[in-house]
């Protein structure tokens, strides 16, 4: 029987299902972060329980961290108690765990792929929805609530209803200056954030298969913005390539023998999905959001459309209104950054726009790097050169603004052109007013202190 990508791995990790009811799913790693697993060890405690397999859990602090003087103790207490309990926990359980500055410490959804934690064909869980991100190598990985955190510590398993498929296809190549990050939004403004509410996605098609594994990383990250389950893309070379010789992939004969198996992962050609949607890729212009979920999307040369599902509110609060552009927009921050746009190429992009500019002056700008690797590459790259001469400082690696946990803040009916995933009020901070853009946009807006197409100063540079 032809099977999709999704369904060959699901069926081989299902231990035992339950009549008219869940599938018991084992869990081939699981990440664990200072937010949603404090509760999780307690029951442990509670129970008297030991982790179940530890070397396939892996923690991480990364939402609460501050991006500046991590070397100083976390000022806020509420996530200095976090972090610490963290720390403690993997202490007591027996886990690896990577504290701030540590060299293997980041964005979890950065790390784990980087450092083939992840690799195809697992199953992966976190009690964080954008784990969806890790299906961009082939594995099938979704979010996962504080009891099922507990459950798979103690098991290494979790119930699970079995999702339907859906395959989004994604013909023809990609414009300049439109990324993967422009992909998503644009998807999701057609499909809407519940389009795909029940489905597993696969991505396939021709825009797709020339993404890099970084480009794929951020398409998978926002398949929870479109209300899926998770989102994946078939193993091919260019993940083998981003794979090959990171810290825990496998080694020699090993590899080899991974990667025979890894060209295995792939739908058959005749199998069904309860779903499939093709867009033309040359129709996707850079995007930007104007309301307050990743749906209200538009090419940033378009205008507001007119009120409509969502209703007045969001329009309301970003202080816009329908009819108008919100090119030349004045803003106030941007933010580059997050498991969404925190990688080197996402460095790559911004430094393309910016160079031989200046940073606005009325704009505060957060660049933050995904992890200390990306770190260290935008150093080897010279990339730190670029975006110092033209005003920007580099901070440490954390989760940072994309959701404000921490010290990176936006104030009150300020305006932020932001590469994280969610602009939901408040999202970035209390009042704080939140526009989801790629790499380029939000360099050019960093540049010029508005919203402006990136085109104009890409090609500039390049020419």
């Given at each position: 029987?032809?099977k999709?990508?999704?369904?060959?791995?699901?069926?081989?990790?299902?231990?035992?299902?339950i009549k008219d009811g869940?599938?018991?799913?084992?869990?081939?790693?699981m990440?664990c972060h200072?937010?949603t697993?404090?509760?999780?060890?307690?029951?442990?405690?509670?129970?008297?329980?030991?982790?179940f397999?530890?070397?396939?859990?892996?923690?991480?602090?990364?939402?609460?961290i501050?991006?500046?003087?991590?070397?100083?103790?976390?000022?806020?207490p509420?996530?200095?108690?976090?972090?610490?309990a963290?720390?403690?926990?993997?202490?007591?359980?027996?886990?690896?765990y990577?504290?701030?500055k540590?060299p293997?410490?980041?964005?979890?959804h950065?790390?784990?792929?980087?450092?083939?934690?992840s690799?195809?064909?697992?199953?992966?869980?976190?009690?964080?929805?954008?784990?969806s991100?890790h299906?961009a190598?082939?594995?099938?990985?979704?979010?996962?609530g504080t009891?099922?955190?507990?459950?798979?510590l103690?098991?290494?398993?979790v119930f699970?209803?079995?999702p339907?498929?859906?395959?989004i296809i994604?013909?023809?190549?990609?414009?300049?200056?439109?990324?993967?990050?422009?992909m998503?939004?644009?998807?999701?403004?057609k499909?809407?954030t519940?389009?795909?509410?029940?489905?597993?996605i696969?991505?396939a098609?021709?825009?797709?298969q020339?993404?890099?594994?970084?480009?794929?990383l951020?398409?998978c990250?926002?398949?929870?913005?479109?209300g899926?389950?998770?989102?994946?893309?078939?193993?091919?070379?260019?993940?083998f390539?981003?794979?090959?010789?990171?810290?825990?992939?496998?080694?020699?004969?090993?590899?080899?023998?991974?990667v025979?198996?890894?060209?295995?992962?792939?739908?058959?050609?005749?199998?069904?999905?309860d779903?499939?949607?093709?867009?033309t890729?040359?129709?996707i212009?850079?995007?930007?959001?104007y309301?307050?979920?990743?749906?209200?999307?538009i090419d940033?040369?378009?205008?507001?459309?007119p009120v409509?599902?969502y209703?007045h509110?969001p329009?309301?609060?970003?202080g816009?209104?329908?009819?108008e552009?919100?090119?030349?927009k004045?803003?106030?921050?941007v933010?580059?950054?997050?498991?969404?746009?925190?990688?080197?190429?996402?460095f790559r992009?911004f430094?393309?726009i910016?160079?031989?500019?200046k940073?606005a002056p009325?704009?505060?700008?957060?660049?933050v790097?995904g992890?200390?690797a990306?770190?260290?590459?935008i150093?080897e790259?010279?990339?730190?050169?670029?975006?110092?001469?033209a005003?920007?400082?580099?901070?440490?690696?954390?989760?940072s603004?994309c959701?404000?946990?921490?010290?990176?803040?936006v104030?009150?009916?300020k305006y932020?052109?932001?590469?994280s995933?969610?602009?939901?009020?408040g999202?970035?901070?209390?009042?704080?007013?939140t526009?989801l853009?790629?790499p380029?946009?939000?360099?050019?807006?960093a540049?010029?202190?508005?919203?402006?197409?990136?085109?104009?100063?890409y090609?500039?540079?390049i020419?």
């Amino acid at each position: 029987m032809a099977k999709t990508l999704f369904d060959k791995i699901w069926d081989k990790h299902v231990v035992t299902i339950i009549k008219d009811g869940p599938a018991q799913l084992y869990i081939d790693r699981m990440y664990c972060h200072e937010v949603t697993s404090p509760q999780a060890f307690e029951g442990l405690r509670k129970r008297g329980l030991k982790v179940f397999r530890p070397k396939q859990i892996t923690c991480m602090a990364d939402h609460n961290i501050p991006t500046l003087h991590q070397e100083m103790p976390i000022k806020d207490p509420v996530s200095r108690n976090q972090v610490d309990a963290l720390a403690q926990n993997a202490k007591e359980f027996e886990l690896e765990y990577y504290p701030m500055k540590h060299p293997l410490n980041g964005v979890i959804h950065v790390v784990g792929p980087e450092n083939g934690l992840s690799l195809p064909g697992m199953t992966i869980v976190c009690g964080d929805s954008h784990t969806s991100t890790h299906g961009a190598l082939g594995t099938v990985a979704f979010g996962i609530g504080t009891s099922e955190v507990e459950m798979v510590l103690a098991t290494q398993c979790v119930f699970q209803s079995k999702p339907k498929t859906m395959r989004i296809i994604l013909n023809k190549k990609l414009q300049p200056c439109v990324t993967a990050k422009d992909m998503a939004l644009y998807i999701i403004s057609k499909i809407t954030t519940g389009g795909a509410t029940g489905y597993f996605i696969e991505y396939a098609g021709e825009a797709v298969q020339n993404l890099t594994m970084e480009g794929r990383l951020t398409l998978c990250n926002l398949s929870i913005e479109m209300g899926a389950r998770g989102g994946m893309i078939a193993p091919d070379e260019t993940t083998f390539n981003y794979l090959k010789n990171s810290k825990f992939a496998p080694k020699g004969e090993d590899w080899e023998k991974a990667v025979e198996y890894w060209r295995t992962l792939k739908s058959d050609d005749d199998a069904v999905f309860d779903k499939e949607i093709t867009f033309t890729s040359t129709d996707i212009e850079p995007m930007i959001t104007y309301g307050t979920n990743p749906g209200m999307g538009i090419d940033i040369n378009c205008i507001i459309p007119p009120v409509g599902t969502y209703g007045h509110a969001p329009l309301q609060y970003m202080g816009f209104h329908a009819g108008e552009k919100l090119l030349g927009k004045p803003i106030d921050y941007v933010f580059l950054g997050s498991c969404t746009n925190g990688r080197i190429e996402d460095f790559r992009a911004f430094a393309s726009i910016v160079k031989g500019r200046k940073k606005a002056p009325n704009v505060v700008a957060w660049l933050v790097p995904g992890s200390w690797a990306v770190d260290r590459q935008i150093r080897e790259e010279n990339l730190d050169k670029i975006l110092t001469e033209a005003g920007f400082e580099i901070r440490q690696p954390g989760c940072s603004a994309c959701l404000a946990m921490n010290d990176d803040k936006v104030p009150p009916g300020k305006y932020a052109v932001s590469t994280s995933n969610r602009n939901f009020e408040g999202r970035q901070g209390p009042g704080a007013r939140t526009i989801l853009a790629g790499p380029f946009v939000a360099a050019a807006a960093a540049i010029t202190g508005k919203i402006t197409d990136p085109r104009k100063l890409y090609f500039q540079n390049i020419n």
